[in-house]
């Protein structure tokens, strides 16, 4: 059931007339049904997976407090089911192909395996929980109830935000309130989501897909294009999913947070990971990057650490190696950014430079190398991003004729510029303040949207891309 | 968006089901009217622009020649930069032969028959209906609009409910730029590339041959514009050489649309292999500029001849 699709619609019209009408005890049945009929809506085969990883993590809760033997075994259960379900065959067809390379036979066994969706969203939530009532940051759940709620509560279950079980839990336990605030709010988000999955990602998907089947079939100009466009696609396509997911909660009088933050205004690595799914670069951080030792030991001991926590981060993405090498480029730019920020910022005082230029520029590279990486993240595997990028940088094909680029990037980019511009607006604290001001304001800013969706929404129901994760 | 508290100088009545549901009563109707209101003036904006297909609508005296056909056509041939000129070209990527009638029957309609209709026949082998190329065709024609689609029964109702999802268009956006300004010529400065020709090199021999419901539809449009005076001359216009060897059934598919124009009594022009050097193309099926200047020198010295 796609957040974009009539059948949610449908599904959400009939489930939050019940939901306002319930009591406090009876609003959590509500939810919790209707996350399981949501859930079962895209295979009721793997609700017992989910049953089974709620009763482990909720039994696991209780007795994890001071056990670290428990966490342990706990984590370990989480991962293995992630494991099995996500990792299995990569793992064994690697080394298999491993085992070829250096002569020796190989015939390995790979298992015939559906991905569930969104188990690496509820894994993590739950390892996220378990780790938070270890630390004692957070009481155990004794409620089964509120527990279930949470991990299947269905805004968030297949694609995130990953919210902490810290912060929602007590919003669950306190019983969610449905107020106009949040309703208007909410359904703005939701708008504005839409917009962002809609006009822009669904209206680059075509064109992307074309560009990374055949790049050699285009221009580097027209694959140029596409590379960017796939930087806009992911980008409409998981912040308007996060954003639609945000905004469901707040109708419901649940507070997600934030998950995306303007990123591509980001003028360091630093803070592009600050911006981009906040969730889960939070996620990494606390539970693996701190862990390790963060920034406080050596600088080797940081460039390790960043380093292990980027490559885990882009294998949570996908069984795949280009995932890997996406989150190695990454982690690679965040040491190279810290290695050379004292010569940078030595060659900025020498020249004098306004601080406008020199953050535009920085920007300008963040976004450029944003793009290089998101090659490997959306090319089929490592030859169709090997031979992407040799095209890219032959230097051939650049001449700006008319066709070199095709007509349909017009409307992607003309999308960009406006949800860039409401971007870039929307880091500047004294427009907001002068928009969020004005009930009338507010109110003709949701119509233009609603009519920006009418008029150039792709209605097509394509799928979100962080469903696969 | 960040978000910000709701604030309102009105007392707002406690959320309960029938606060909730008479506020999207409300809030529904609301949408709809704004609906029709900017419905009206995108409609009026919209007659205003110089985009090719928008100006069917325009009244103004028909031109000599009205070309109709997929983007071959679009390319292929010359288009008048004001109405009333020599050509008027509705030629469009991905137009099907349903809505091309459509749109020639309206033209006809509204600017008077033209002396001859070019049609580019390639999309005759073509079974989409050309819904995605037919321009706002479904908001200004009601010829348009009576052409069957393949959609849900929920779009077909957020259509009859919210009027400007007609708008929602890849060619709204060619439109509101044509309200400053509008390109001529569609044929492209690039010459086909060196791994497209290798991709069809490789590609594995295919047929093509006439659709039934496109025959009866070019059959009807033929009728129809003789019975109104107008001449009618059928092309295939020319095509890469490498694709053509491809077409494994190339000489009976030509047979086959000659015998559909001539049977009709349309004049047919076979220009498929008229112009060979590969650099002439911009890919398979379209030439560039410059070939589309030789294929125009060729073509216009065919029309003399023609004398239609």
Known sequence: ?469 | MKEARLTTRFALPPVSLGSVAAAALVLFVALVALDRVVEFGLKQLLLHSKYRYMEVYEPAPPARYLVIGNSRAGVHFPHSAKLGGEFFNLGNGGMGVAFAAALTADYVDIHGPPKTVIIEMSFVADPRSGEAAAGLARVFSQRARAIGRNVTPFQKAAEHVFHLVRFNHQTLLNALVGLVWERGQRAVNTRVNDATIAHIEHMAPFTEAPVAANVAQVVNLIAELRRRNVSVICVLSPLLPQMREKISNFDNYVAALRSLAVSNGALFVNDAAAISNRDLFADSAHLNVEGVKKFHQLFFAQLAQQKP
């Open chain 1, 1 to 469: 059931m796609l957040f974009n699709s009539s059948n949610f619609l449908i599904f959400f019209a009939i489930f939050f007339p019940f939901y306002i009408v319930s009591s406090r005890q009876w609003r959590l049945w509500v939810t919790l049904i209707a996350s399981n009929i949501f859930y079962a809506g895209w295979d009721w085969r793997f609700l017992p997976l989910i049953w089974l990883s709620t009763m482990l993590n909720y039994i696991s809760g209780l007795y994890v407090e001071g056990r670290p033997a428990v966490l342990r075994a706990a984590i370990a259960a989480n991962l293995a089911l992630l494991g099995l379900f996500k990792y299995f065959n990569f793992f064994i067809g690697s080394f298999a192909e491993l085992m070829r390379d250096i002569g020796l036979p190989a015939s390995p066994v790979t298992l015939q395996i559906i991905l569930p969706i969104g188990i690496s969203f509820y894994t993590f939530h739950s390892i996220s929980y378990l780790i938070d009532v270890s630390r004692r940051q957070m009481p155990s759940e004794p409620n089964l109830l509120y527990f279930a709620t949470y991990v299947t509560l269905f805004p968030q279950l297949v694609a995130g935000p990953i919210v902490r079980a810290k912060s929602l839990l007590p919003q669950i336990r306190g019983g969610p309130q449905v107020t106009w605030a949040g309703l208007g709010a909410g359904l703005e988000m939701v708008l504005w989501g839409y917009v962002l999955k809609l006009c822009l990602a669904d209206n680059a998907g075509p064109y992307v897909d074309a560009i990374f089947r055949a790049p050699a079939l285009s221009t580097s100009l027209a694959d140029l294009a596409g590379v960017i466009s796939f930087a806009l696609q992911i980008y409409g396509d998981f912040a308007g999913y996060s954003l639609i997911a945000i905004g469901i909660g707040r109708i419901m009088g649940l507070d997600f947070g934030v998950n995306f933050a303007a990123p591509y205004f980001s003028a360091s690595f630093r803070e592009f990971w600050h911006r981009w799914h906040i969730s889960l670069s939070t996620w990494l951080r606390d539970y693996l990057f701190i862990p390790q030792g963060g920034s406080r030991g050596s600088r080797l001991q940081t460039i390790r650490n960043l380093s292990v926590t980027m490559l885990l981060g882009g294998l949570w993405h996908g069984a795949n190696w280009t995932f890997v090498i996406w989150g190695m480029l990454h982690g690679a730019f965040l040491i190279l950014e810290r290695l050379l920020a004292p010569p940078l910022a030595a060659v900025e005082r020498l020249l004098h430079l306004p601080s406008w230029i020199s953050k535009t520029a920085a920007t300008l590279v963040v976004f450029s190398l944003t793009c290089f990486a998101w090659i490997f993240f959306r090319a089929a595997d490592l030859d169709h991003a090997i031979g992407l990028i040799g095209i890219l940088l032959s230097f051939k094909g650049y001449e700006m004729t008319w066709g070199a680029i095709p007509p349909e990037c017009a409307l992607i980019f003309a999308m960009a510029l406006v949800v860039l511009a409401v971007d870039l607006g929307g880091r500047s604290e004294r427009l907001r303040s002068w928009y969020t001001a004005s009930l009338v304001r507010r109110t003709a800013g949701a119509y233009a949207l609603f009519v920006l969706i009418l008029l150039f929404g792709s209605f097509t129901g394509q799928r979100f891309i962080y469903f696969q994760f």
